[in-house]
């Protein structure tokens, strides 16, 4: 099955910097990669999506870039503001319907 | 509020007894999905319906777990005999089509 892994596990930026996270997938069949911030008890929420045969997608402060040679996608937040603090998620599926989700990275963004 | 709705929020149950959650989905969204998130991990995929077929399902949903999704509109997941290992949230999400999963609060479980 498909194994999705996400890096870093934390990270602390100051605000108005840019935070970066990585995902790697494994299954070179998947092809719709969505992101989803977790504030503390929560629901998660989707932020920005991009499907395979599109290499990059943005959305005001918000990007997300595809590599499917390697097989892997990450999450570019600027301008970081303390209300992005929160636990993000990337997910990748083949299937269009199951969801397989990193482990998540918790980021904080201090004044 | 027209999101996806969750009911309980919280079960505290104990050892060995039935739970049963609710779903209500968005609004003529076809397809319902449950998910199960223990703490620091990400959601990890259990079932899925199209309307009220379920089409799906993952290894980790054992015997012990069901789902139904009667008419097509709010599904159930039930767990009989809870065990130790079932503490954790359970989250519906639901979409249009292929369209993005919208999710829902989730319900958290507690085993005692």
């Known amino acids: 099955g498909e194994n999705v892994e996400q890096h870093p596990s934390t990270l602390s930026v100051q605000e108005g910097d840019s935070a970066v996270i990585k995902c790697t997938y494994s299954?070179?069949?998947?092809?719709?990669f969505p992101w989803y911030k977790q504030e503390l008890g929560k629901r998660p929420q989707l932020i920005i999506d991009?499907?395979?045969?599109?290499g990059e997608k943005k959305d005001q402060r918000i990007a997300v870039t595809l590599n499917k040679t390697a097989k892997h996608f990450s999450l570019h937040i600027t301008e970081t503001q303390p209300e992005d603090s929160a636990v993000y998620f990337c997910?990748?599926?083949?299937?269009?319907?199951?969801?397989?989700f990193g482990k998540g990275t918790s980021l904080l963004v201090t004044p | 509020d027209t999101g996806v709705s969750q009911d309980p929020r919280h079960k505290i149950t104990k050892r060995g007894q039935n739970v049963t959650f609710r779903c209500d989905p968005i609004?003529?969204?076809?397809?319902l999905y449950w998910y199960r998130q223990t703490l620091g991990q990400g959601p990890e995929f259990l079932t899925y319906?199209?309307?009220?077929?379920?089409?799906?399902k993952s290894r980790l949903l054992s015997d012990r777990f069901s789902a139904e999704r009667p008419k097509g509109s709010f599904s159930t997941l039930e767990i009989q005999r809870t065990e130790q290992g079932d503490s954790a949230m359970y989250l519906c999400?639901?979409?249009?089509?292929?369209?993005?999963?919208?999710f829902g609060d989730g319900t958290r479980l507690s085993i005692l």
């Open positions: 609004s003529e969204h076809n397809r």
């Open positions: 319906f199209q309307n009220e077929a379920q089409l799906e």
């Open positions: 991009i499907r395979s045969n599109v």
């Open positions: 999400a639901s979409s249009y089509g292929g369209q993005p999963q919208h």
């Open positions: 997910a990748a599926t083949n299937s269009g319907y199951a969801l397989n």
């Open positions: 299954d070179s069949a998947s092809n719709y």
